[in-house]
């Protein structure tokens, strides 16, 4: 991906090729003003300046260059439409950036052009391009406002759902047997993608893929009762535009673009957990794996982590993710107090969901496809604490920060020793489901004697 820069000729070739074939589809010329996003998605988003060749009109737009989900059902024009039919006019006049044309797409690369009616897009930017730990706060806290209390102000509510069927209406197809996530825990990580749980970092976690595969699994969990409605399916860093007033503080406009995923009837809260999974990965470019796993192995515990535990690094990030999950538990308690059980299990199920589709995405490194099946493995374990699930006692290991080295390049790449002493023995060989277990019970609260 390009650094920042002004000039499409250091965009890949698929990129600089349906720009092209835009400019003769419109008969328009297109010039780069800012790059606004450039980096680890794949996505590229431009302020762009488009003149109309026989009127000399120009108007600024957003320019999003980026790869055709292989998910998407109907095209980006065609679900934008029913967004915008579906919506409240006020909505989509206050929160959906506006088409400018017709989709441009050649072999998987599309090009989309948008823009935000009656303003200036010169300071509207990505939430990806924030930094500032407040302003991060009010948009997290704005997005949870704008899809419960605006988008999804007529949400209905689905009585006592499975939970397993809850998340296959997330995961649908990155569910399937033989399918990336699977190859990604067998061929990578050298787990058995069938194994009741995992540990990490010493932890037991219950296999969220299991989980969300086999209903058998969840052993006697209850069904919960879930709120349904509209849900965008790609809710990342990249898809909201926002505006600061010149005070950096008050927030002045936010628009959703990139509806190419949106689907309704769907259970909701599945879009804040996957713009908080996509934050988590913008966030992990700064620090090493240890310290990210290290940080989301704590959210198994407390939505805001203990202060003084987290590393520097990653302090700033739990405050913005507390704010997050505190604006949730307002609308909860202000909406729904007599749900509060279920509707806060459906965000961790959320969280498992936002999880697994990261691993289950072929193009991002190992490693943040290991930090997405870690967090959903943590989201996971938070459900089954809620409902006071047991947790699994056949584990295997996924990721040991003292191993990770070695474990990480799988376990047929794991180099040999270079010289010819007899290898030491391996204390407590088998014993791996009971040496989960006593940590299990010498970490929980209410253990008096282990024995």
């Keep these: 991906m390009p650094e920042l820069t002004i000039d499409f000729q250091s965009l890949p070739e698929e990129y600089q090729h349906v720009i092209r074939l835009a400019q003769d589809a419109y008969k328009i010329t297109v010039a780069p003003l800012q790059l606004l996003v450039g980096g680890w998605s ?6 762009v300046s488009v003149s109309s060749n026989e009127t ?34 006020e909505f989509a006049r206050k929160h959906i950036a506006e088409l400018v044309y017709d989709r441009v797409e050649h072999e998987g690369a599309i090009a989309i052009f948008y823009r935000v009616a009656g303003q200036s897009l010169l300071n509207f930017l990505p939430l990806s391009k924030y930094e500032r730990q407040s302003q991060l706060r009010i948009l997290f806290t704005e997005t949870n ?86 849900i965008h399916g790609d809710l990342n860093t990249n898809n909201i535009l926002a ?14 673009i990139d509806f190419a995923l949106f689907k309704e009837n769907m259970p909701l809260l599945y879009d804040q957990r996957y713009l908080e999974m996509s934050y988590l990965m913008h966030a992990m470019s700064q620090v090493s794996f240890a310290i990210c796993a290290n940080f ?18 990653m302090s700033g990030v739990s405050a913005v993710i507390g704010s997050a999950r505190g604006a949730f538990s307002a609308w909860v308690e202000a909406n729904h107090p007599s749900l509060h059980d279920d509707l806060w299990g459906q965000y961790w199920l959320a969280g498992v ?7 289950h995405k072929p193009g991002l490194a190992d490693e943040q496809r290991l930090a997405g099946l870690i967090y959903a493995a943590v989201n996971l374990k938070r459900y089954a604490a809620t409902f006071k699930l047991p947790l699994p006692t056949e584990v295997e290991l996924l990721y040991d920060e003292n191993q990770s080295s ?31 277990a006593i940590k299990e019970l ?6 008096r004697l282990v024995t």
């Design 42 to 47: 794949g996505a590229v988003v431009y302020l």
């Design 442 to 447: 010498l970490l929980a609260p209410d253990t």
């Design 243 to 256: 505006k600061f007033a010149a005070d950096k503080e008050s927030l002045e406009g936010y628009y959703l």
């Design 145 to 230: 406002a704008v899809l419960l209390n605006e988008w999804n102000s007529h949400a209905v509510f689905e009585q006592a759902v499975h939970p397993q069927k809850v998340l296959h209406h997330w995961l649908g197809f990155r569910l399937d047997a033989g399918g990336n996530t699977e190859r990604f825990l067998q061929e990578t990580r050298g787990v058995n993608p069938n194994v009741a749980g995992f540990l990490i970092n010493g932890h037991v976690f219950p296999n969220p893929l299991l989980h969300s595969r086999k209903a058998e699994s969840w052993g006697k969990a209850r069904a919960i009762d879930i709120v349904t409605g509209f």
């Design 296 to 313: 989301l192995t704590m959210l198994a515990v407390a939505d805001i982590p203990d202060p003084h535990k987290v590393a520097i690094e």
């Design 353 to 359: 969901a936002a999880g697994l589709s990261y691993t």
């Design 406 to 436: 070695a474990h990480a390049a799988g376990a047929q790449n794991i180099k040999k020793p270079t010289h010819n002493l007899p290898a030491q023995p391996t204390p407590f060989i088998g014993r791996v489901k009971q040496v989960a």
């Design 56 to 89: 000399q009109q120009v108007e600024h737009c957003i320019l999003k260059l980026d790869r055709k989900s292989k998910t998407a059902k109907s095209d980006e024009v065609t679900r934008h439409n029913t967004v915008m039919s579906k919506s409240t006019p």
